[in-house]
């Protein structure tokens, strides 16, 4: 049986990889501002469809159960400021969690207002499950209902589910559309795609006379961030 990091390498999930990241063409076309944050459980090339966010951090998973990349941390610890990104992609690196829930927690800490959230998983239900226990091992699939369950746990709203992948584990190379998939078995398919937005606050902040307005944000290191820095 093949090791965990290995499956990604395999011809069939870097053809869905690539699906799943055609999928996200219509969501990033619409997104803008400073930073944002991307996070997988392995490392390799990343190329983002078209978007207007001016700095992407991608962190990757190790052997070690950490997030490398740019800095180095738990999942479960995010050393980045509040706020800190106007988009944040999660495309299957809670699966490779045991505190999937903290780390979402912290995802929803990091994400600034009106930020919007990509979250991809594998369909714990789905026709690619014998395949994935086959060819890996240690994950924790979570289904999308689940995984909306727990953003708005956290004051983040799911506005679309999507199922970008395929219904069985094949390697079709340039076979590849960003236009979501009609089939009524979609839902039986190999992954799901969730898009979230993190709502602005309805209250209205008191503003004490003479206060300067805040500075923009953009992504930066939590005080202390750096003991957990390689």
Request: negative net charge; glycine residues 18%; contains cysteine.
């Given at each position: 049986m093949a090791e965990a990091p290995d499956i990604y390498t395999s011809a069939p999930m870097q053809d869905l990889l690539a699906r799943e990241l055609a999928a996200l063409a219509p969501m990033l076309s619409g997104a803008y501002g400073n930073c944002g944050l991307v996070l997988r459980p392995w490392s390799g090339s990343l190329v983002l469809p078209p978007h207007r966010i001016g700095k992407i951090i991608e962190?990757?998973?190790?052997?070690?159960?950490?997030l490398g990349g740019a800095v180095r941390c738990a999942p479960w610890q995010l050393p980045f400021a509040s706020e800190s990104f106007n988009l944040l992609i999660a495309q299957h690196a809670l699966e490779r969690i045991a505190q999937a829930d903290d780390c979402l927690a912290e995802c929803a800490r990091v994400?600034?207002?009106e930020g919007i959230m990509l979250v991809l998983g594998f369909n714990p239900l789905g026709t690619w499950r014998p395949w994935l226990a086959r060819h890996s091992r240690g994950l924790?699939?979570?289904s999308a209902q689940a995984c909306k369950a727990r953003l708005a746990g956290e004051g983040i709203e799911t506005l679309q589910v999507h199922f970008p992948g395929t219904l069985w584990p094949r390697a079709r190379p340039g076979d590849v559309s960003t236009r979501p998939t009609r089939s009524p078995f979609a839902r039986l398919g190999s992954?799901?795609?969730l898009v979230a937005r993190k709502r602005r606050s309805t209250l209205t902040p008191i503003r004490l006379r003479g206060a300067m307005r805040e500075p923009a944000r953009t992504a930066q290191l939590a005080p202390g961030a750096h003991r957990n820095c390689a």
């Open positions: 962190l990757n998973g190790d052997e070690g159960g950490l994400l600034a207002p924790r699939l979570c992954s799901w795609l």
